[in-house]
C-alpha cells in the first residue's frame, strides 16, 4: 500500500461471511457481482474454504450484505468474529481469525456425500456389467438397469439437480447446470424410449442395440461425486499448515499471583500477569522477560533453527517453546494482539484474497458456462438435423456439458494460494495478499537496509574519545540518559553501555530526529547527542580538530555519534555492529534469482563499504549517509530508473521506504510499524529467509499458472472433440473429476517446498 493510501484510507468495516452452495468459478462470480452492486463493497469470495472477505463502507447494513448473497442463490451468515480488529483482551479461542473458515474435520456434509458416492458406486458397478457385458444380459434387462440407475440419478446427484434448479430460478447456471442437464438428459431419454417401447431389451441377444445410456448416467455421478469427494479431502489438507500453526498456542500457563503460583486457562491471563515457563514449556503469550535466563526455540514461528538466548529485558514471543531455564514472563500481548494471532489474521486475509490473474479466470467462467450449453445445443441439433443420427447428437451433447464442467477452473488459484500462504507460515513468512505474488514474479533490484537486516542490528559502544572537561564516563551517563527514550538500536547501545556504570538519570524536553539524533535535559544539563548536521542544527559547532577525530573513528568502520553538553562537544562514542551469520550467503542467493541487491544505510560510507565488501554487494551499489527520507528518495530514484524494487527493513525508518517500494518485506524482529507497511514479513531474522520467500511466492504463482492451463487445456481441448463425438460422456466425466484431482494435487505440491 502507498503512503498515500496508508494515510487516507476510507472508514470502512470487514466481514467474514461463510457461504453455502457454491460448487464453481461461476457461483464465486455471481455473488462477487451480486455483492458488488451494493454502493462502496468489495468482496473476494473464496471457494475451497467457502467464504467471503467483504470490505462494507458505512450505511451498509449486515442484512443488506446477507440478502445480497441470498439473492444471488446462496446461504451466508457471519463467522464468529466480523472485524479484522478484535477488542484487546477477548478470549484466545476466539482470537483465531485465520482457523474460521478453513475447513477442519470431516464434516456432515462430507460424510453425506461420502454416502452419496459410496451407494452411487455400489448401483453403477451392476449397471455397467449388464449394460455393457451382453453375454450376462438377461430378458427385460433394460427395466431392471433403469431401477437400478434411479436412486443414482435422483438421490446420489441431487447436489447438482438441487443447485442447478436454485440456479435457474435467478436466471443464472454453473457446473452444476451442466451436469444436471447431461445426466438428466442420458437418463429421462433412456425411460423414454423404454417406456415408449417396453420390449425393447426383452431379446438379450439384441441388447446391445437397445437406445438406452443409464450406464452413462451412472458412471458419470459417480466419477463427479468422486472428484468431489477426493477435492474436499485435498481442501482439508491444503488447510493443514495453517491450522497447525493456529493450534500452537498454549491452552493453559502458570501464573504467580499474591506470591503463589496458580494454573489457569489461558483465556484468564490479562495484561501485566506474571506467568512462569518451566523447560520444554511453550512460552504462553507475548512478554517482556523479568526473571531468569535460557534458550528459546522460535522455529515454529520465525523458521529459525537455532533456538535463541533470551536474558531479563528481552521480549518473546507467544508459542515458541523455552528449552531450558526457568523463565518468569510479564505478558505484554495477549488474545489478538499475539504475534500469533496477528500471522493468523495475514495469512487468513491473503488467502481470501485474489490476485489479478485470478479475477481473469473468474471472468472467463462467468461467460463460460451460458456459451457451453449453447454449444451442446447447437451439437444436438446439427447431429440430428445434418447428420440424421439423434442417438448419436444425444450422447456427443452431453459429452460436452460433462466435460465443459469448469470446476477445476474455480479450484485453480485458491487451493495454491491456500497450500503455499500456509507453507509460507510454517516457515515464518507471512505474504500479506495475492498481489504479492505477481510482485515478486517482477522485481529486479532489492534494497537491504544495513542495521537489523544485513547486520546484528545489535551495537556495543567499542571506545569513547573524550574532547570535552567532563570526562568519559560523566560524558556517557548523559548521554546514556538522554538516548533511553529512543528505540534506535544506536540509543539503546549507548543506553546499555551508560546503564552498566551507574543507573541512568530522568530526561526531560526529549526530542528525536529520524537519522539525526536525540536531544533532551539531563540533571539540568541541556545533551544533544548524534550526527553533525543534527549538533549543527542545535547550535554546536564542532571544530575542525574534532570533525578530523570524527573522520578517524568513521574511517575505522565503526558507527561515531557526537555528544555535546550545554552547547559544547564533550566525546565520540564509537560502536560497532556485526554482519549477520548467513548474510553473504543469502545475498549470493538473491542473485542467483536474478536481483541486484543494494545496501542502503543511514551510516558513513566507510561502514557501509565495509560491510558491502564482507557480504559480496558491489561498491557502486552502495548508499551511504542516507536519511529516512532519503531512503524513500533511493527507492523512488531507482523506480524511476526503470527499476522494479524489492526494500527489506526492520525499522520504523523504513517504513515509509516499505510502502514506496513495489515490494515491501519487513523482518520479523523490527517494528510493528514496519510490518504494516510492508507487503512481505520475514518472521525472522535471517536474511536468507528473504530468498526463501520470495523463491516461495514465485513457486505459488507458477503453480497457480499451470493449474489455470491445466484447467482450460481440458475445457478447450474437450469440447470440440466431444461436440464431434470423438469422446464418450463416461470418458468426458472421468476427465473431468480428473482435472479437479490434478488441478488440488499439483497445488498440495507447494507442502514440499524447502524440506
Not at 427395466?143 to 441431487?158: C, D, F, M, N, R
Not at 548536521?533 to 577525530?549: D, F, I, Q, T, Y
Not at 566525546?571 to 543469502?586: F, N, T
Request: hydrophobic share 50%; net charge neutral; glycine share 10%.
Amino acid at each position: 500500500m502507498r503512503t498515500e493510501e496508508l494515510l487516507h484510507q476510507p472508514r470502512t468495516r470487514i466481514i467474514e461471511l461463510d457461504i453455502d452452495g457454491m460448487t464453481c468459478a461461476s457461483c464465486v462470480g455471481r455473488v462477487e457481482r451480486r455483492l458488488g452492486k451494493l454502493e462502496g463493497v468489495k468482496a473476494a469470495v473464496n471457494l475451497p474454504l467457502e467464504s467471503a472477505h467483504v470490505s462494507v463502507p458505512e450505511g451498509i447494513s449486515d442484512r443488506q450484505i446477507l440478502d445480497a448473497v441470498k439473492a444471488a442463490g446462496y446461504t451466508a451468515r457471519p463467522k464468529a468474529h466480523e472485524s479484522t480488529s478484535p477488542p484487546a483482551g477477548a478470549p484466545a479461542e476466539a482470537d483465531r481469525p485465520a482457523a474460521r473458515g478453513l475447513p477442519r474435520g470431516r464434516s456432515q456434509a462430507d460424510l453425506l456425500l461420502l454416502l452419496r458416492l459410496l451407494v452411487a458406486a455400489a448401483l453403477t458397478v451392476p449397471v455397467v456389467v449388464i449394460a455393457m457385458v451382453p453375454p450376462v444380459q438377461f430378458p427385460n434387462w433394460g427395466w431392471v438397469v433403469g431401477a437400478l440407475t434411479l436412486p443414482v440419478w435422483a438421490w446420489s446427484a441431487w447436489p447438482f439437480h438441487r443447485a442447478a434448479i436454485v440456479n435457474a430460478r435467478h436466471l443464472a447456471s454453473t457446473m452444476d447446470t451442466l451436469v444436471s442437464i447431461g445426466v438428466s438428459a442420458a437418463f429421462l431419454v433412456s425411460t423414454y424410449m423404454l417406456f415408449t417401447n417396453p420390449t425393447l431389451t426383452e431379446d438379450p441377444a439384441h441388447g446391445d442395440h437397445a437406445p438406452l445410456y443409464y450406464e452413462v448416467t451412472a458412471v458419470v455421478i459417480t466419477f463427479l461425486l468422486l472428484g468431489r469427494h477426493l477435492e474436499a479431502n485435498a481442501k482439508r489438507k491444503a488447510g493443514d499448515a495453517l491450522r497447525a500453526l493456529l493450534d500452537l498456542g498454549a491452552k493453559d500457563v502458570s501464573v504467580i499471583r499474591d506470591g503463589a503460583e496458580v494454573r489457569i486457562p489461558i483465556e484468564d491471563l490479562v495484561r501485566g500477569d506474571e506467568f512462569l515457563v518451566r523447560p520444554g514449556e511453550k512460552i504462553a503469550t507475548d512478554g517482556i522477560l523479568t526473571d531468569g535466563h535460557g534458550a528459546v526455540d522460535t522455529s515454529l514461528i520465525t523458521g529459525e533453527s537455532l533456538p535463541v538466548e533470551v536474558v531479563p529485558g528481552d521480549t518473546v514471543t507467544g508459542a515458541t517453546i523455552n528449552t531450558d531455564g526457568r523463565l518468569l514472563v510479564r505478558a505484554t500481548r495477549i488474545g489478538s494482539e499475539t504475534t500469533l494471532a496477528q500471522m493468523g489474521r495475514l495469512v487468513s486475509e491473503a488467502q481470501s484474497g485474489k490476485a489479478p490473474i485470478a479475477r481473469l479466470a473468474d471472468r472467463i467462467s462467468a461467460v463460460f458456462v451460458p456459451i457451453v450449453l449453447g454449444i451442446a445445443a447447437l451439437t444436438f441439433i446439427l447431429w440430428a438435423l445434418v447428420g440424421q443420427d439423434v442417438q448419436g447428437g444425444l450422447l456427443a451433447a452431453v459429452a460436452v456439458l460433462v466435460i465443459a464442467c469448469p470446476c477445476a477452473l474455480g479450484l485453480a488459484t485458491p487451493t495454491a494460494l491456500l497450500t503455499g500462504t500456509g507453507r509460507a507460515a510454517q516457515l515464518g513468512i507471512l505474504i500479506k495478499g495475492p498481489q504479492v505474488l505477481e510482485d515478486t514474479r517482477t522485481v529486479d533490484t532489492v534494497v537491504l537496509d544495513k542495521t537489523g537486516t544485513v547486520t546484528t542490528g545489535k551495537l556495543a559502544v567499542s571506545r569513547i574519545v573524550s574532547l570535552g572537561r567532563l570526562g568519559q564516563d560523566k560524558a556517557l551517563h548523559l548521554a546514556g540518559s538522554a538516548e533511553a527514550a529512543s528505540e534506535h538500536p544506536v540509543a539503546r547501545a549507548i543506553t546499555a553501555a551508560a546503564q552498566s556504570h551507574a543507573p541512568l538519570a530522568a530526561v526531560s524536553g526529549f526530542r528525536s530526529a529520524a537519522g539525526g539524533g536525540v536531544r533532551g535535559s539531563v540533571n539540568g544539563s541541556f545533551v544533544v547527542a548524534g550526527k553533525t548536521g543534527w549538533l549543527e542544527e542545535n547550535g554546536v559547532v564542532p571544530s575542525g580538530a574534532e570533525k578530523r577525530r570524527l573522520h578517524e573513528e568513521q574511517a575505522s568502520g565503526a558507527t561515531a555519534i557526537w555528544v555535546a553538553v550545554d552547547g559544547r562537544v564533550e566525546c565520540i562514542i564509537s560502536l560497532q555492529d556485526s554482519v549477520k551469520e548467513g548474510s553473504a550467503a543469502a545475498i549470493a542467493k538473491l542473485k542467483t534469482l536474478g536481483l541486484r541487491p543494494i545496501l542502503l544505510t543511514g551510516d558513513n560510507a566507510a561502514v557501509a563499504a565495509a560491510v558491502a565488501a564482507k557480504v559480496g554487494i558491489a561498491p557502486g551499489d552502495v548508499f551511504a549517509d542516507v536519511l529516512p527520507k532519503g531512503k524513500v528518495d533511493a527507492v523512488r530514484k531507482l523506480q524511476s530508473s526503470g527499476a522494479t524494487v524489492a526494500m527489506v527493513g526492520d525499522g520504523v525508518n523504513d517504513a515509509a521506504a516499505l510502502a514506496q517500494a513495489d515490494l515491501g518485506i519487513a523482518m520479523g524482529s523490527g517494528t510493528d510499524v514496519a510490518i504494516e507497511a510492508a507487503d512481505l514479513t520475514v518472521m525472522g531474522s535471517d536474511l536468507g529467509q528473504v530468498a526463501t520467500a520470495i523463491q516461495l511466492s514465485r513457486k505459488t504463482l507458477s503453480t497457480i499458472k499451470s493449474n489455470l492451463f491445466w484447467a482450460f487445456f481440458y475445457n478447450t481441448i474437450g469440447i470440440p472433440i466431444a461436440a464431434l463425438g470423438l469422446l464418450n460422456p463416461i470418458i468426458a466425466g472421468a476427465a473431468m473429476a480428473l482435472s479437479s484431482v490434478l488441478v488440488v494435487g499439483n497445488s498440495l505440491l507447494l507442502r514440499r517446498f524447502h524440506r
